[in-house]
């Protein structure tokens, strides 16, 4: 299994990026796909997450709720994570991570395989 973020980058402070993870190994559709985010000196933390296709729920840490839209391309096997009003604690390493869609959604010990991370940088 291989997953891989791209969109990552310089933003000014009320932009907006689109993060997509695209993945290899295995069919984003039957699983659990989350977005965490890591800043330096802070614990890993997760953003928000989709559920298998059958159910398509979707969840969102409070403080990225209205910003951040999450969702599956199942042609290209990709999940994207739209960002807009970026502010300035949006900075991190944002990671996808894939897993069986049980327990709770934002426990990073629950997702079985990791991407390597890209990095937002919300900047004047």
């Known amino acids: 299994v291989q997953l891989v973020e791209s969109g990552g980058g310089l933003v000014q402070p009320g932009g907006s990026l689109r993060l997509s993870c695209a993945a290899s190994g295995l069919f984003l559709d039957y699983y659990r796909l989350a977005w965490f985010r890591q800043a330096p000196g802070k614990e890993r933390e997760g953003v928000s997450c989709?559920?298998?296709?059958?159910?398509?729920?979707?969840y969102y840490a409070d403080s990225v709720k209205v910003r951040f839209t999450i969702s599956r391309d199942s042609a290209k096997n990709t999940v994207s994570l739209q960002m807009i009003s970026l502010k300035t604690e949006d900075t991190a390493v944002y990671y996808c991570?894939?897993?069986?869609?049980?327990?709770?959604?934002?426990?990073?010990?629950?997702?079985?395989?990791w991407g390597q991370g890209t990095q937002v940088t919300v900047s004047a």
């Open positions: 989709i559920d298998p296709s059958s159910s398509g729920d979707t």
């Open positions: 991570a894939v897993g069986p869609a049980y327990g709770f959604w934002s426990l990073s010990r629950n997702y079985e395989d």
